[in-house]
């Protein structure tokens, strides 16, 4: 069972480029989130979804762009990379909203982005 | 403005020893906490939760507790081990549908062998 899958580990992009990072999960879970961490401190979220066709926005959503077209697939973009955009960026998904002790977020490796 | 805070940023424990993390918060609409634990290039892991119904919750080695009047929680390690070294995370959810998690800066634990 792979659960929550994120594309690429790495990548340095140059300021202005674009880029998508790729979520998966095999789960079945209907709320997707993405997050970042920068350095010291917590995870910020960024976007989440409740199900396929339904997004909306975190606590950070400027400079980035999600869709959820599927209930496995979560993609994140960046249209316009800027420097304060390098951190390592987590997906996360859920069966449900409610954090309750059997459905908590699950979280994939991350994606370290840096921007030069 | 940081509604969830955990002003310890590191901590050492002798294995064996109890290990104390804490966190506090401030958004009194917060009724659902839960820690994480993350090894380094690995995404965080679900480890123990606590509603605020509750002032204790125990599994196993790892034991939450909850005192919504002084909105502070701890998480208790018995005994630690080698494998805890990590970064704990504390998160906060007010949980009647709200399903955004408001985490904390995170507490690296080391455990000295």
């Known amino acids: 069972n792979a659960g929550v899958t994120q594309t690429p580990k790495f990548r340095i992009l140059k300021i202005g480029q674009s880029m998508t990072l790729q979520c998966t999960q095999d789960m079945n879970h209907n709320y997707m989130y993405w997050y970042r961490q920068d350095p010291g401190m917590g995870l910020k979220l960024i976007y989440y979804s409740v199900g396929a066709g339904i997004t909306d926005k975190g606590e950070v959503p400027n400079g980035y762009n999600v869709s959820r077209s599927t209930t496995e697939d979560f993609p994140l973009r960046l249209e316009l990379a800027a420097p304060s955009q390098t951190s390592v960026y987590f997906c996360?998904?859920?069966?449900?909203?409610?954090?309750?002790?059997?459905?908590?977020?699950?979280f994939g490796d991350g994606t370290r982005l840096s921007i030069l | 403005d940081q509604q969830v805070k955990q002003n310890s940023p590191s901590l050492s424990v002798q294995e064996g020893r109890i290990s104390i993390l804490n966190c506090d918060y401030t958004n009194s609409m917060f009724d659902y906490f839960l820690w994480y634990k993350k090894y380094p290039a690995e995404g965080p892991t679900f480890l123990i939760s606590?509603?605020?119904?509750?002032d204790k919750n125990e599994d196993g080695r790892f034991t939450v507790f909850l005192n919504k009047s002084a909105k502070h929680l701890s998480l208790h390690i018995v005994p630690s081990q080698p494998g805890d070294s990590a970064v704990y995370f504390c998160a906060a959810s007010a949980y009647s549908g709200n399903e955004k998690l408001t985490f904390g800066t995170g507490t690296r634990l080391t455990i000295i062998p």
């Open positions: 606590i509603s605020s119904i509750k």
């Open positions: 996360a998904s859920s069966y449900s909203g409610n954090p309750g002790p059997n459905q908590p977020q699950h």
